[in-house]
């Protein structure tokens, strides 16, 4: 069955950068788009940008470009996502999810990212 | 970018009832909305896409219409496992963007 697993609970100081994984299991990681989607406490979903794992090409939210890198690795079927310059706002729970021809089929399960001094 | 405007923000409803959710869109995105159910520390869950149709094991009580501008999502017959926070999605255009959100409560 498809899975997509993320990586722990993150805690970060303002200023720093996070990494956040996401591995795909179940189907193979190159047919299908991953979007990376937040939800900080009290607000709704926020789109941060898309990945296409064939090629490795991406696209931003404009509100991350220039913060945010988007990378995959297809021999582990892991997708990665890097914010840079981590500030209070950033605190959130992180998602990524398959395109499954436009709709979010699958999600990961959510890595919380909080940053505090 | 295109805003959704879902309403109402939260709900109370009896066991039983039939409840509706809307969602509006910015500009004309044709049928390209999804719904979701997200329940009190879990991810989302895919329910309806296209706009009216029901994702594979999500059952029949969840239905959605609409077209264009303007959406609705329908729940009958609730239930106390239909606690949840519901939001609208359109994918029309990138950036995805979501709804706000309805809080729905059971009376």
């Known amino acids: 069955q498809v899975q997509l697993v993320q990586s722990g609970a993150e805690v970060k100081q303002p200023g720093a950068s996070v990494k956040v994984s996401c591995k795909a299991s179940g189907y193979t990681l190159s047919s299908y788009y991953l979007h990376w989607v937040r939800q900080a406490p009290g607000h709704a979903l926020e789109w941060m940008g898309i990945i296409n794992p064939r090629g490795g090409t991406t696209t931003y939210a404009q509100k991350f470009q220039g913060r945010v890198i988007m990378t995959r690795d297809t021999s582990t079927s892991t997708v990665y996502m890097e914010l840079n310059s981590l500030r209070s706002e950033d605190t959130a729970i992180y998602y990524c999810?398959?395109?499954?021809?436009?709709?979010?089929?699958?999600w990961g399960q959510g890595t919380l990212v909080s940053v505090s001094p | 970018d295109i805003q959704l405007t879902q309403s109402p923000p939260s709900l109370s409803a009896s066991v039983g009832d039939r409840v509706t959710i809307t969602c509006q869109a910015s500009q004309d995105i044709l049928k390209y909305l999804n719904w979701y159910q997200q329940k009190p520390g879990k991810a989302p869950n895919l329910l309806i896409y296209?706009?009216?149709n029901l994702e594979t094991g999500v059952p029949s009580k969840f239905s959605g219409s609409g077209s264009g501008t303007d959406f609705t999502l329908t729940i009958s017959n609730l239930q106390p496992e239909d606690i949840a926070t519901y939001f609208c999605?359109?994918?029309?255009?990138?950036?995805?963007?979501f709804g706000q959100g309805t809080n729905l409560e059971i009376k």
């Open positions: 296209d706009a009216s």
């Open positions: 999810v398959r395109d499954g021809r436009r709709k979010g089929d699958y």
């Open positions: 999605q359109q994918y029309d255009n990138i950036p995805w963007t």
